[in-house]
């Protein structure tokens, strides 16, 4: 019986939302993989999971998605065009591979002007602050949050510590104190990936041993 995968299942191993985001298909390494977004009632779990949105707006969009099925499906399909971008250009980064930032930057410089015209000055609790101003009638409201996290990603860190799971693909900023994360979780594909190495080596060793 095949592992029962959910948004609930989902692990959460990067501290950046952009990235996160990406980290929703179970592998970018190959195309057998499971989308945890099968429909946009899972977007909206994860959403709910990640706290991108005050609830209310969140339920609001839920009920939206379920008055208007044929929208919600366009917008799914959207949300998954906007992470293959995202996943793209963060992988690219994280491998330094120039031609391939080439490729998706103008992607993904035009999704992060879309962004930006959805920020607003706000005054909250006596402070002003840059913030999203979310419509109730957008089904990929909560999406330009993750896309605005891509900017932040890329222009606050050193592109070093932006690295990708060799194992399963997934993306994540390292932020330890010697830049040494190599895996997306150590428990998972560390434990796999040294397995790997350990098997390789000990084949090896038997073949040069019956040689």
Known sequence: MGKFRSI?????????LCCNFVNTVSTWKTAKNYDYFAGYDDFIAWCFKLEISPRERLESLKELANEQPEHALIALHRIKEIRKVLQGLISAVAQDDNDKKSAYLPAANLLIVDAISRQRLLYIDGKFTMGQIDSANDLLSPVWKAVQSLSELLTDNETKRIKECPMCGWVFLDETKNASRKWCSIKACGTTDKMNRYNQKKSL???????
């Open 205 to 211: 060793k038997l073949k040069k041993d019956k040689g």
């Open 8 to 16: 609930e299942t989902l692990s959460i191993d990067s501290t950046v």
